[in-house]
Each structure stands twice: as structure tokens, then as C-alpha cells.
């Protein structure tokens, strides 16, 4: 399914998954260096080389990593990835703030949900980040715990066994 196309509706915009093209890491660039994403994130903005290298290398240029590139009406509106962390398999997402509070985030997931069928499913989002961790929650993930990053507490949530499948 490397070049599926998904989409769905929310609040009136046409939510899509798409293959990574390379001009969608320039979007993806940009979107990291948002002070406010960064700072609800908890996620540092990279410098230009060391942000394109980490996406040839660690996520383009691994077969264990699932990911698309996240469309609103078309355009890239973000990403959402899922990759290997030891045992674990954890979900990332990062959308552009035009596309915040739009449903956008929990449409692309539920999308990108279908396609990633691992189980369980991890993700750590900031704590302080509430808008993530309701998407996730409204996606069917709980709690699990908390782990810190740093000086930052993150929340541990799991997505169980898809309910689809038993």
C-alpha cells in the first residue's frame, strides 16, 4: 500500500494520505520551524541540512518506517509516521497551524490508522499538548503512563488490539 491514497471529510475539507513527495519536505521544514508548534510539541526545529538528512536517512530511507504526507483540499497539510523504537512501534504526526482545530489531525489519523495495522501502537505526545492527546484518545488510544523527555513529561499512550480484527 506504499502509494495509497485515502481520504476522508472533515469540518468541510478533503483530509488525504499520500506517498512523501520531496517537495513536501520544504512544507515539512517550514512547519517545524512554527515557535508555537515547537513549543507545544516540545519538539526543537532542526537546521535546514540536519532536518533533510534525518528525513533521507531515518524515515525515507528506512523500510521499517510507514509514511504519508497528510492533504487538506489537496495540499500537503503535514505528516504522520509510524517507526521502530526497540520493541515498540510509535506514531508521530506534525501538521502545519492553518490546519489546527479543523479535525484535519484525528481525520489523518484515523486514515493512516487503517493502513498501519501494528498493534500496539505507542505515542508520547507532550502532556501539556492537550489537542494531541484528545486526537489520540479519540483515535482509540488510553493512557498507559507517562516518560519523560528531558526536563518534559510526555503521555504514554497505547493503542490495543484493533477491535476489527480481534
Do not use: K
Amino acid at each position: 500500500m506504499a502509494g495509497a491514497r485515502l481520504s476522508g471529510m472533515s469540518d468541510d475539507v478533503r483530509v488525504g494520505l499520500r506517498a512523501v513527495r520531496e517537495a513536501d519536505l520544504d512544507v515539512f521544514f517550514e512547519q517545524e520551524q512554527d515557535a508555537e508548534a515547537t513549543r507545544r510539541s516540545r519538539f526543537a526545529a532542526r537546521p535546514r541540512e540536519r532536518f533533510m538528512s534525518h528525513w533521507a536517512t531515518r524515515i525515507l530511507g528506512d523500510d521499517t518506517v510507514l509514511v504519508r504526507t497528510v492533504t487538506a483540499d489537496g495540499d500537503p497539510a503535514g505528516h504522520i509516521v509510524a517507526w521502530w523504537e526497540g520493541d515498540r512501534r510509535f506514531v508521530g504526526y506534525w501538521l502545519g497551524r492553518s490546519h489546527w482545530g479543523r479535525g484535519v489531525g484525528s481525520a489523518a489519523l484515523a486514515l493512516f490508522l487503517r493502513e498501519e495495522r501494528t498493534r500496539p501502537l505507542h505515542a508520547d505526545p507532550f502532556a501539556g499538548n492537550t489537542a494531541s492527546v484528545r486526537l489520540l484518545e479519540r483515535n482509540g488510544f488510553r493512557p498507559e503512563g507517562t516518560v519523560r523527555h528531558g526536563e518534559d513529561v510526555h503521555t504514554l499512550l497505547v493503542l490495543g488490539e484493533d477491535p476489527a480484527t480481534g
